[in-house]
């Protein structure tokens, strides 16, 4: 799916706003502690993980805007031939040091980009559901009371299959030897794009830079943990997010 495009949407800013503050709550220490997958794991692991959804997944509303920007232009660079031939010499040079898991990776890069864009599927849900009760205000407490109704009215099985999305962008993150090529290919791309200033727009070598950052950052969450663990957290990750829709649900009337 598409970016969600939302810049000018009062409701969509306070939606957004709702979710990043329900999410800072449900992944901070003294909540997360209550999983046993993440029970046993250094304080500092999970501080990069609350930070990772925090600012990066679910970033402030400015950030939220340039990174909408940055992922727009760089999905729309990779995927165009013609704007791509200036960076012939990085492709060889990346052939030659990664062989036959360059397409692989670049297309995990790409990957990485699109599974960031699919968990905005809730947020854009739940905007839309909202929007039909015409709340009273943009208030936190309003929102947090029409999201309630709006996660009710969606349901269970719906709001799961969002979480879906968010697990398997951390499952992309999880592959450290496929992510590991694929960022040092956007690495050289990257590189090549500074020194060709007149090809490629600020958004584009500024998205490029970005879009590194956050695959290095993700792939540093699971850098120390073993592969059981990263599984064991991968299939804790839902057990969060029902316990947190539950809680939002309870107390509304079916």
Request: proline share 5%; aromatic share 8%.
């Amino acid at each position: 799916m598409k970016p969600l495009k939302s810049e000018g949407d009062p409701l969509a800013q306070a939606v957004a706003a709702f979710i990043r503050n329900s999410l800072a709550h449900r992944y901070a220490l003294e909540n997360i502690r209550r999983f046993s997958a993440f029970d046993t794991l250094p304080v500092q692991t999970l501080t990069a993980l609350h930070d990772f959804l925090l600012f990066r997944l679910f970033p402030d509303w400015e950030e939220r805007l340039r990174q909408d920007c940055y992922f727009e232009k760089l999905l729309a660079l990779l995927d165009n031939p013609r704007r791509l031939a200036p960076l012939t010499a990085v492709a060889l040079k990346s052939l030659f040091r990664f062989g036959r898991e360059l397409p692989k990776a670049v297309e995990a890069g790409k990957r990485v980009i699109s599974a960031f864009e699919a968990t905005r599927g809730l947020e854009y849900t739940l905007t839309e559901l909202i929007r039909e009760q015409n709340p009273p205000s943009l208030e936190p407490d309003d929102v947090t009371a029409a999201a309630a109704q709006a996660m009710t009215i969606m349901g269970k099985v719906q709001f799961t299959a969002f979480v879906t999305d968010t697990v398997s962008l951390m499952e992309l993150l999880a592959q450290r030897s496929l992510l590991k090529t694929g960022a040092s290919v956007l690495g050289d791309i990257t590189d090549a794009m500074e020194k060709r200033p007149e090809a490629y727009d600020d958004d584009e070598r500024d998205g490029s830079r970005y879009a590194l950052r956050i695959m290095s950052e993700g792939m540093a969450l699971f850098e120390t943990l073993s592969p059981a663990t990263v599984g064991k957290v991968l299939l804790a990750i839902p057990e969060v997010e029902i316990d947190w829709f539950d809680s939002v649900t309870r107390n509304i009337s079916r």
